[in-house]
Nanobody, 115 residues
Framework: QVQLVESGGGLVQPGGSLRLSCVAS????????PGWYRQAPGKQRDVVAT???????NYADSVKGRFTISKDNAKNTVYLQMNSLKPEDTAVYYC?????????WGQGTQVTVSS
């Protein structure tokens, strides 16, 4: 049973923008904390941004001021708006929902920043 469905990755030039989307099941969206992670080739998976239920957000230092995480409660969807993209942002991006006893992951979407 698919719990999370990601979309929005692709190839973009440096300085460009992309928006990632992650649709979750109603139960997961309403009870767990969403976030985005990324994993570059040969590197570990790192947190990019998270957003709590009241709304406060947290960002990795490397993306502050360029990326914005948000959610649409009516659509059970969390977004990652990525602006001023750099080649070092190239990675597979994963949607994550952290619940009390379990962590759900999306299938991953490739983001490539290259001229």
């Amino acid at each position: 049973q698919v719990q999370l469905v990601e979309s929005g990755g692709g190839l973009v030039q440096p300085g460009g923008s992309l928006r990632l989307s992650c649709v979750a099941s109603v139960t997961i969206f309403s009870t767990c904390v969403p976030g985005w992670y990324r994993q570059a080739p040969g590197k570990q998976r790192d947190v990019v941004a998270t957003i709590t239920k009241p709304g406060p957000t947290n960002y990795a230092d490397s993306v502050k001021g360029r990326f914005t995480i948000s959610k649409d409660n009516a659509k059970n969807t969390v977004y990652l708006q990525m602006n001023s993209l750099k080649p070092e942002d190239t990675a597979v991006y994963y949607c994550n929902f952290q619940c009390l006893t379990y962590s759900y992951w999306g299938q991953g979407t490739q983001v490539t920043v290259s001229s």
